[in-house]
């Protein structure tokens, strides 16, 4: 039997970096992953393909209507060949898992393909593809089995014309109507592709905001922008029905006023959030507890209920996102270095990937009133950018909450070009416990779109930005 210092069960963002921390600090690692490429959920049917096919549409989207704007003319119709759209989209997440492979390769960790479930609390079997069974023996386990896409009891799910996110990064055919039950991350994100394409898209949201979890404010812009894109929406709905056909999907719901209506599309996209996977791990075995909504149970330190246990990513609490996995990975593995690693949940960002693209990180206008927080508030348009100008990426703004008394920096919310990597400055600024003024008072360069941030620091400590 092989025996290692530490096993990680699962191959996702958090389980494969934790893998290679633990070697790194020098651990004999072993990794095991039931399918046959490495990365999990965000680099095969997630952030990952999400991110190609987001880029590929934009650039459709582009030279169909932005184009002649620049003084660049193409003889004939711009056409979409989705086959090779989809193709390119799976180039990258082949090119991405292989290399993870290397990775593993390179770190001298040992890989297991196949079913890992606990024996007991020191030993996994792992099940493969024959239904032949290996058993190892670790000193430490990490689980790392990520989750799956949610529904709702009444929908079954036929991957054909109800559909969830992992079969919508491969549809042969761009839909004539797209109806999305969930106005999330996820379904505004596929919803924005095929919008681009040229599907009718509709989001059927229970809540009265899409990205409901974000500041209200990033959630009013980005629906503005998105209905001016052509998507519609429907908040204030709850979905009571899905039926499907071999060609049509209808979608029953009642509206704020509890009215019923009804949707028709060619496909149903469910997008409804996701659930932690457990599924054959067989914590029982090892006396791991789960939560009553399915999370593996853990202490601030990762540990769950078996000391030699640790559990990170999807299957615990907190954010579902990828980063947030990876740096969990990091933490449990410095641990058990004997190091005295820190994670600040507060500071881990959250990003949208639609165009222009959501980021946030700290405490939310709503969260500050409810705890009785005093702040001051600053935005800016980025309309008044001159990089904004040049790129015509007029659209959003960025907005910095402030804290009234010492104008330590408690939010900052941003819609807007590239504001996925713009909003990296706010959470370093965070981390050090930057002054809103700290930050007014760096220079940035121009003309970027960081600007934006700059300005909304000036208008956050004393209401005097320079270019509105």
Known sequence: MSTYDVAVIGSGPGGYVAAIRCAQLGMKTAIIEKYSTLGGTCLNVGCIPSKALLDSSHHYEHAVKHFADHGIEIPGDVKINLEKMIARKQAVVDQTTGGVDFLMKKNKIERYEGIGSFKDS???????????????????????????????????IDKKRVITSTQALKLKEVPKHLVIIGGGVIGLELGQVYRRLGAEVSVVEYMDRIIPGMDKALSRELQKVMKKQGVKFYTSHKVTGVKATAKQVTITADDKKGNPVEFKGDYCLVSVGRHPYTDGLNTEAAGVKLTDRGQVEVNDHLQTSVSNIYAIGDVVKGAMLAHK??????????????????????????????????????????????????YKSGQFPFRALGRSRASADLDGFVKILADETTDEVLGVHMVGARCADLIAEAVTAMEFRASAEDISRMSHAHPTFTEAIKEAALAATDNRPLHV
Do not use: M, R
Not at 125 to 140: G, H, L, Q, Y
Not at 348 to 364: C, D, L, R, S
């Open 122 to 156: 020191t030993h996994v079997n792992i099940t493969k593809s024959d239904n032949s069974v290996e058993t190892i023996e670790a000193k430490n386990i990490i689980i790392a089995t990520g989750s799956k896409p949610s529904s709702l009891p009444f929908i079954t």
């Open 325 to 374: 996995a990876e740096e969990e990975g990091v933490f449990v593995a410095e641990t058990l270095a004997g190091q005295k690693p820190h994670i600040d949940y507060n500071l881990i960002p959250g990003v949208v990937y639609t165009w222009p693209e959501v980021a946030a990180v700290g405490k939310t206008e709503e969260e500050l009133k409810e705890a009785g927080v005093k």
